[in-house]
């Protein structure tokens, strides 16, 4: 039953197949008699009488688990994720690997640290040792210790005849801000600012309705013209209504592109252009050149101009970084993935809708918890089916044996990181 497989430790498991129940065996029938159930057949005498051949075995899967069971082989779902077709461990050392692996996403880092050590100390890894010391090497790494990771490093480059992984400082922890704004979703604007940029407006459209922060790409526009000033001015002024925060990139530049085509005196169909020109000076909180401004718009119009407005704290002009190729082409995780990971799994897919394939820069990635895994696995699921090409890049050790647990590789490639 598959409760009882899911309370047995991992290294136990494959043992658990063979072991046979202390019930009184009773004797199968000619059908059956191969593969007999090592259960008390008496119990359910009608199953058997039907059944013809033996049913090939169900793949294992996770029942809720009650708040008495404490083991870290139990996955700690809490109740509420079920993740079916967990890959089993062909060997105690795999074994050993994935538990280890499943501990430290559930944030038990410090008995991760033990299990390793003692799993390399017994020199008895099978066929996967450096695996088991790349982790040890990753955890030490992402704990910021430093000495243990040197001298780790020394007896891998002895024991397996190869130059290890280097240390480098990561200071992520200090860096909440930069992690956050990585998975924040994008809608670049490039070429002309013109009507037929109702697409990326009705993304935006879609995106404010599940996430409170956006980010807006306008380094690219090389031209404006009416039509397309009056689509951002409404969606400009609706987001700032609705309370939404914006990362606005290349504003400035935009500002450039719309003077261009605004003159002094001339009335004709640039008064969005006008406007729009004002709101982005005052999203850019330049007051002196929105004052100055504001006055030619009077005297070409002949109304009075809209007051000046500070922006919010929620709105922020970040400089272009397209000469950064890693964050212009390539989506960035967090440090840490965990809890509900819905919004994340709606930027990535987002994303993919505009990069085929999708690479996900996990270098920044430590961490990642059960939970939030097998949600992930859920949720990316319909995309890459529908023929999305998703890819995780230089995820580390830990993870990477943590999403080959619970079968997310099956779905995405995924790259360790290199040495």
């Known amino acids: 039953m598959s409760i009882e497989y899911v309370n047995l430790p991992l290294n136990q ?30 119990r359910k005498p009608a199953r058997q009488e039907k059944t013809a ?36 461990p062909s060997s105690e050392t795999d074994a050993v690997i994935e538990e280890a692996a499943i501990m430290y996403a559930n944030g038990q880092a ?29 955890l030490h790494q992402i704990s910021g210790r430093q000495a243990e990771f040197e001298e780790l490093a020394i007896d891998y480059a002895s024991r397996f005849e190869t130059s290890p992984p280097a240390w480098t400082d990561r200071p992520l922890r200090n860096q909440p801000q930069t992690t956050a704004a990585a998975a924040t979703p994008t809608v670049p604007f ?26 807006l790409e306008f380094a690219k526009v090389t031209a404006v013209d009416a039509a397309g000033c009056g689509l951002l001015l409404a969606t400009l002024r609706k987001l700032q209504k609705s309370g939404h925060d914006l990362v606005l990139v290349g504003a400035s530049e935009l500002a450039d592109r719309i003077r261009a085509i605004i003159e002094v005196g001339r009335r004709d169909d640039t008064e969005d252009c006008w406007l729009l020109l004002l709101e982005v000076l005052q999203l850019l909180n330049r007051e002196k050149e929105f004052e100055e401004l504001s006055i030619d718009y ?18 922020v002009n970040a400089p272009d970084e397209s000469s950064a190729p890693v964050r212009s082409e390539h989506f960035m995780m967090p440090a840490v993935v965990s809890g509900q990971v819905d919004e994340l799994i709606v930027a990535i897919a987002t994303y993919s809708d505009e990069h085929d394939p999708a690479i996900i820069d996990c270098s920044c990635l430590e961490r990642m918890d059960f939970n939030a895994a097998s949600r992930l696995l859920t949720g990316l699921s319909p995309f890459c089916g529908n023929g999305k090409a998703i890819e995780f890049h230089h995820v580390n050790h830990l993870v990477d044996v943590l999403l080959k647990v619970i079968g997310l590789s099956e779905i995405i490639r995924i790259t360790p990181r290199r040495n």
């Open 298 to 315: 009077c005297v070409t119009f002949e109304v009075s101009p809209p007051a000046f407005v500070a922006p919010s704290d929620g709105i």
């Open 110 to 138: 410090s008995l991760t640290t033990q299990m390793l050590q003692a799993a390399i100390a017994s020199d008895d890894l099978g066929e996967l040792p450096q695996t088991a010391w790349l982790m040890l090497l990753d």
């Open 53 to 88: 051949a033996p049913a090939p075995a169900a793949p294992a899967t996770l029942q809720p688990l009650g708040p008495e069971v404490g083991s870290t082989t139990e996955f700690l779902l809490d109740g509420q994720t079920a993740v079916s077709n967990i890959a089993t």
């Open 190 to 215: 490039s070429g002309k600012l013109d009507g037929g940029c109702e697409k990326q407006i009705e993304r935006i459209r879609n995106l404010a309705e599940h996430h409170r922060t956006l980010r």
């Open 13 to 42: 498991r494959s043992r658990a197949r063979t072991t046979s129940s202390d019930a009184a065996p009773v004797k199968p029938g000619p059908e059956v008699e191969a593969k007999a159930a090592p259960h008390d057949a008496s």
